[in-house]
């Protein structure tokens, strides 16, 4: 028997029972040592201190035990004739690269224990073991090792909340988006984000970001129409306060914020001319300067803007500077409207249903047809924000485990007489008439968009042109 529950005091140099893998409660460490009193004694220790303890007495047991649990510590003779302990290290740090090795010698140092410190141990000991020092290091490992999970858990997190996978959709329009996040991630271009409000322009933003080199740094946001033009050009400069002021005058803005990741600029249709230039002056040279201050400081900054307006024709009204359009517009997003992808609510109702269920500890279990007929014919004019706010009121009263219906909608959709609802069809009425009423009713329900009207018909758009002009 190889691998085992190490002596017990009573039964002092012989092997114990198999012993079965700690539970995941407990730190996980796999000991690799020679039977004999000094193991039965330092097992005793580590249980003592609420670790969970596998021991082997060579290295088949211990490779062994490496291939059935995923071990945090190891700790292992660096040579014996029965025991390698590079070889443990190499396959303990296979299964767990953030693994807490020490490997114990003999006497001083040899070629060897500096080759086990090249490939991962984090320290090496010398016989006869100090338990407490042994102690201190696993429980550094067990805490670094804890950092490190911490830290993937919230980029797995940050990634399922602003990463691609909230751009919820199906349809050809949103698809496309998410293609242009794919391939502009990666790059440190500027981005100009279009499209009406609630249309999700700053989720992009932030997949943008999330999905690019820059994610370990931060993400600043400033919506520069909801400020005026003294107030955004601190925000996004800071104030410099001048030298005889001194430092405790300096207040930073999002540029110095932003260092090294990206800054989210919303609604960037609405600078002021003269915050149009010194923005630009950041995209030519990579520097600003602070309110009140001289001092030219540089801006790593990944530039990600977004606008409601249409810039190019603010462009030809004299709003908006040319020069800083263009800069701005290396690489354009145009998000689309709600309305244009109606295909997509059922995803994005069922994707708000279940993180609202989380969130406001509710038990709805999904979304009947009838409620999705009237949400996909409502035209949201407030685009995806307005229907996650419905949603969210829905789930909010609805009580017990169960499906949202017709009477969990607000007032204002389970009262819709859509146009096309009710159509005037009689009998007598010539197929012309009818399909003339039925074209008109689809075009009202669109919004007059033609396309859209074209798909719920089932008929190419040149077929719906054909028709109308013939009406």
Not at 439 to 463: E, F, Q, S, V, W
């Amino acid at each position: 028997m190889t691998t085992g529950r190490a002596p017990t005091r009573a039964r002092r140099g012989r092997p114990g029972r198999r012993q079965p893998p700690p539970t995941r409660e407990r730190p996980a460490v796999l000991l690799v040592a020679r039977e004999g009193d000094a193991t039965n004694a330092l097992v005793a220790f580590l249980r003592d201190q609420g670790l969970g303890v596998v021991w082997s007495r060579d290295s088949e047991g211990g490779h062994n035990a490496l291939d059935s649990t995923r071990m945090d510590c190891l700790v292992a003779e660096l040579r014996t004739p029965r025991i390698d302990g590079l070889d443990l290290l190499r396959r303990a740090r296979e299964r767990n690269p953030e693994v807490c090795a020490v490997l114990v010698t003999e006497g001083a140092a040899s070629g060897k224990a500096v080759e086990a410190m090249r490939q991962g141990a984090v320290d090496l000991q010398v016989r006869p073991l100090d338990h407490e020092k042994l102690l201190a290091v696993l429980r550094r490992g067990l805490e670094r090792q804890a950092l490190v999970a911490r830290v993937l858990e919230m980029e797995a997190q940050l990634d399922e909340r602003f990463g691609l996978e909230r751009l919820t959709g199906h349809s050809r329009a949103i698809v496309g988006v998410m293609e242009q996040v794919r391939h502009v991630a990666s790059t440190r271009t500027t981005v100009l984000i279009e499209g009406e409000t609630g249309t999700g322009k700053r989720l992009v933003a932030q997949a943008i970001h999330q999905n690019s080199p820059r994610r370990g740094e931060r993400f600043v946001w400033a919506n520069c129409g909801a400020l005026t033009e003294g107030v955004i050009e601190s925000e996004l400069f800071g104030h410099g306060g001048g030298v005889s002021a001194g430092a405790s005058a300096v207040r930073q803005g999002r540029f110095d914020l932003a260092e090294g990741g990206t800054l989210f600029l919303g609604e960037i249709g609405d600078l002021s001319p003269t915050i149009q230039i010194k923005l630009l002056r950041v995209l030519q040279d990579r520097s600003f300067e602070r309110v009140g201050g001289s001092e030219s400081l540089k801006a790593d900054v990944r530039l990600i803007a977004s606008t409601r307006r249409d810039l190019a024709a603010e462009v030809k009204a004299g709003r908006f500077r040319e020069d800083l359009y263009y800069r701005l517009s290396v690489v354009r997003v145009q998000m689309p409207p709600l309305r244009a992808r109606s295909e997509d609510i059922p995803l994005l109702a069922a994707s708000f249903i279940r993180e609202l269920d989380r969130e406001h500890g509710r038990h709805v279990t999904g979304i009947t047809r009838g409620v999705l007929d009237r949400l996909m014919r409502h035209p949201w004019p407030g685009n995806v924000r307005e229907l996650r706010n419905i949603v969210e009121g829905m789930v909010m009263f609805a009580e017990g485990r169960r499906a949202l219906d017709l009477s969990d909608l607000p007032d204002t959709l389970r009262e819709v007489d859509d146009a096309g609802a009710k159509l005037d069809l009689r009998v007598g009425m010539t197929v012309d008439e009818a399909e003339r009423r039925l074209i008109g009713a689809t075009l009202r329900h669109c919004g007059d968009d033609k396309p859209r009207a074209a798909a719920m018909l089932g008929i190419g758009l040149r077929t719906l042109y054909r028709k109308l002009q013939s009406r």
